[in-house]
């Protein structure tokens, strides 16, 4: 009887002991996967593409090279492809990432397929847009990385993509592999269907998501050197803090302008980004710009919709920033009523107690002797800024930025 009892409290005891083991294993996952969250790392707005965009024999039966610079580092990421603004599925019959060297040149070593469900293919259905599955690259802060399309043969007559991508992308016929050089390519400075790469990190990381127009989009700067305010903004705080660039060229805020207006797309390009901690907002000029009437109708719904901005930036518990339209004096955007227009919002900006912050970039670009023009040195147009006038934008951006932590 007493070994029968000695054995009985031998079971118990192993049960006991496994079952907390079991549960220290249990807390040690769930402690490993709250710890660990996506954050943004690139990203761009997805347009609807028209035909004047699209490449010249369509994508079908070819494969794409695109070339993105990220801000933060991670070695686990994930990547977005967008169908949303398509008619039609793509069937897509792989995907591959490498780190980009000259032109359109990969690190061959660096090559990985992404998967979706476990499979290289996938077909993104029309109006959607789908996640890799995880994948450990060792993603490098700042670094150029290389994405490498092959469609399948039906694609949409209208892809998604972002038209002003500043960086050349590069297509060839027929399925590439890591090791194909893309020889006599076609040449389009767009990007089709990839919208944002995320990392997984372990811990808190800053994450800024700008909504703008051309300005932030990088009108003006140069092609595949990276020289966008944004660009400038990530260097400055060496890729360290995520920056993402939501601009889109011709944006307005409530209406006209080029692709969905802001208060359209603010809830997709913005809040439902990864991980972004901060919002920045800089847009109107393409709503106030140019011989237009109802000045002060205009003013308001402007003011409305960045009041919008605020409310559900700060319902998603994300701080706030507004940053000044900049000056367009002697450009074709040029008039006293849209001029008004320009002082009064920023006025508003600058007195405005519902934000984190204000980036001052009408003070920080404008001539001041001539302040409603942009200083001479910083365009070539006086409406979109050059290298060096995005440049003090990026850094300035910066400082206005770390003066609020």
């Known amino acids: 009887m007493k070994v029968c009892n000695t054995e009985l409290l031998c079971n118990v005891m192993k049960r006991i002991a496994f079952s907390f083991l079991s549960s220290l294993c249990i807390i040690g996952a769930l402690a490993q996967s709250v710890d660990k969250s996506w954050t943004g790392t690139w990203a761009t707005a997805v347009e609807f593409t028209g035909p004047g965009d699209m490449p010249k024999s369509s994508l079908s039966g070819r494969s794409l090279r695109e070339i993105v610079q990220v801000s933060i580092p991670g070695d686990v990421m994930r990547m977005q492809l967008s169908n949303i603004h398509s008619k039609e599925p793509v069937e897509i019959k792989s995907v591959f990432i490498a780190n980009a060297l000259d032109s359109c040149d990969i690190d061959v070593k660096s090559a990985k397929y992404l998967t979706f469900n476990g499979k290289k293919s996938v077909t993104i259905p029309a109006g959607e847009a789908v996640y890799c599955d995880d994948i450990k690259f060792d993603l490098q802060p700042l670094q150029k990385l290389a994405?490498?399309?092959?469609?399948?043969?039906?694609?949409?007559?209208?892809?998604?993509?972002?038209?002003?991508?500043?960086?050349?992308?590069?297509?060839?016929?027929?399925?590439?592999?890591?090791?194909?050089?893309?020889?006599?390519?076609?040449?389009?400075?767009?990007?089709?269907?990839?919208?944002?790469?995320?990392?997984?990190?372990?811990?808190?990381?800053?994450?800024?998501?700008?909504?703008?127009?051309s300005i932030t989009d990088g009108r003006g700067s140069t092609t595949n050197l990276q020289n966008r305010w944004p660009d400038f903004l990530a260097k400055?705080?060496?890729?360290?803090?995520?920056?993402?660039?939501?601009?889109?060229?011709?944006?307005?805020?409530?209406?006209?302008?080029?692709?969905?207006?802001?208060?359209?797309?603010?809830?997709?390009?913005?809040?439902?980004?990864?991980?972004?901690?901060?919002?920045?907002?800089?847009?109107?000029?393409?709503?106030?710009?140019?011989?237009?009437?109802?000045?002060?109708?205009?003013?308001?719904?402007?003011?409305?919709?960045?009041?919008?901005?605020?409310?559900?930036?700060?319902?998603?518990?994300?701080?706030?920033?507004?940053?000044?339209?900049?000056?367009?004096?002697?450009?074709?955007?040029?008039?006293?009523?849209?001029?008004?227009?320009?002082?009064?919002?920023?006025?508003?900006?600058?007195?405005?107690?519902d934000v984190d912050g204000v980036i001052d970039f009408d003070a920080a670009v404008r001539d001041p002797e001539n302040p409603s023009a942009l200083r001479p040195e910083f365009s070539d147009d006086w409406l979109h800024l050059n290298p060096a006038g995005y440049e003090a934008m990026g850094k300035f951006a910066a400082e206005s930025l770390k003066s609020k932590d």
Do not use: M
């Not at 767009?190 to 700008?210: G, M």
């Open 147 to 213: 994405i490498t399309v092959n469609y399948g043969e039906n694609t949409p007559v209208n892809a998604s993509s972002h038209r002003g991508s500043r960086t050349t992308s590069f297509i060839i016929n027929g399925e590439a592999k890591p090791k194909t050089k893309f020889v006599d390519a076609e040449k389009l400075d767009h990007w089709y269907n990839i919208s944002c790469i995320d990392v997984l990190t372990d811990q808190p990381t800053e994450c800024i998501a700008i909504i703008g127009n």
């Open 236 to 353: 400055a705080f060496d890729g360290k803090i995520g920056v993402l660039n939501l601009g889109i060229g011709g944006n307005a805020v409530v209406n006209g302008g080029l692709s969905e207006p802001a208060v359209v797309r603010f809830d997709r390009d913005v809040l439902d980004q990864a991980g972004v901690t901060s919002v920045v907002i800089f847009e109107g000029v393409n709503d106030i710009g140019g011989k237009r009437p109802n000045h002060q109708e205009i003013v308001k719904n402007i003011i409305d919709a960045y009041s919008s901005f605020i409310k559900k930036s700060k319902d998603a518990g994300k701080k706030v920033y507004l940053a000044t339209i900049t000056p367009y004096k002697n450009s074709f955007y040029e008039d006293h009523f849209s001029e008004a227009a320009r002082l009064t919002i920023n006025d508003w900006i600058r007195a405005n107690k």
